[in-house]
């Protein structure tokens, strides 16, 4: 009897070695990016300019990474040190009231700075490079897409124009996890362009990483999101609590890594397979009356496609 069940035990570890493992149909997802390459937004859009130049040749370590301002480690930082924002330095002329102001080239100092030497100043801006950096074979292409950038309105990475005074909130990052996880965001549809992030057609949980130039991302009001299939009125869709409380610390969409403050649980279980869903949250500043819409109507591709969801197949 004994013999007979030592042969029955290796005939089921025999059986069980030569069964294939079922695969899950979202580890190719894991393994993907939440965020596309910088080659996928235009280069007159301020992503691309703190993607490709702000970060990489600004944003060392003892410059702008935190150690003074402007702070360019991250888009929402750099973008709030930088427009509208107070001079600290200036010219022996007192020539300058804002590191840039929009619509103007001339008046703006993050110009002079990158072009004049200014006295009693540390010299003609960026100081010190990395080893690998494009900026010297690039310099004079790069301080044209900045001056074009300052001459168009200085736009913010979605297309709004910047008021004078207090800045709107922005949502510098979006990652989408399965229900209850933090780890693996699922990536972004390959093909160019920004992709939707591809998500399962379970319980996913979207997180969202703000900015804004006076009020804490923990101090944001409002706090509201809205899920939408393509074509429906954002009017008439309901708004869905953003939770806070909780942070995880994630890629933002310059693939820096910043602190995710707001969350929302979508049960997507009713929905087919290839449907896009479209994203907006609205939060509010501790400075405007009303609660800001992230994207709005006025945001065009390729930034309106980071807030859209694909239920994979």
């Known amino acids: 009897m004994r013999y007979i069940w030592l042969i029955i035990s290796l005939f089921v570890l025999v059986l069980a070695a030569c069964q294939k493992e079922t695969p899950n149909p979202y580890d190719e997802l894991e393994r993907g990016s939440p965020n596309p390459t910088v080659d996928a937004i235009p280069q007159d859009n301020f992503a691309w300019i703190h993607q490709k ?3 990489p040749n600004c944003a060392l370590s003892g410059c702008h990474d935190g150690s ?4 360019f480690r991250s888009i929402g930082s750099a973008y709030n ?6 001079v600290v330095a200036n010219d022996p002329e007192e020539s300058f009231t804002y590191r840039v102001l929009p619509g103007d080239v001339q008046a703006s100092f993050l110009h ?3 072009n004049v030497f200014v006295p009693n100043t540390s010299g003609i801006m960026p100081l010190g490079l990395s080893e690998n950096s494009s900026w010297p074979a690039n310099r004079d292409a790069y301080k044209a897409v900045i001056d074009n950038w300052i001459a168009t309105g200085a736009r913010d990475m979605f297309g709004q124009l910047p008021g ?3 800045l709107q909130p922005q949502v510098t990052g979006i990652l989408a996890f399965m229900a209850g996880g933090s780890s693996n965001p ?4 390959e093909g160019e362009g920004v992709q939707p992030i591809e998500v399962s057609g379970n319980a996913i949980d979207l997180w969202f990483a703000f900015s804004d130039d006076t009020t804490p991302a923990s101090a944001l009001t409002h706090n509201k999101v809205k899920v939408a299939v393509g074509g429906a009125a954002f009017e008439a869709v309901p708004a869905l609590d953003l939770q806070t409380g909780s942070t995880i610390t994630g890629p933002d969409l310059s693939n820096s890594n910043t602190s995710f403050t707001h969350r929302v649980q979508l049960p997507l279980a009713s929905y087919a397979s290839g449907t896009t869903l479209f994203v907006r949250v609205y939060v509010q500043d501790g400075d405007h009356d009303t609660p800001t819409e992230i994207p709005d109507d ?3 591709a390729p930034m309106s496609n980071y807030f859209t969801l ?3 197949a």
Not at 186 to 189: D, N, Q, S
Request: aromatic share 10%; hydrophobic share 35%.
């Open 53 to 55: 130049i702000l970060r």
């Open 112 to 114: 002079e700075r990158l």
């Open 310 to 312: 694909r239920i994979a």
């Open 298 to 300: 006025g945001t065009t």
């Open 164 to 166: 004078q005074g207090n």
């Open 68 to 71: 003074f301002e402007p702070e």
């Open 81 to 86: 040190s930088l427009v509208f924002h107070p």
């Open 186 to 189: 699922f990536p972004r549809g």
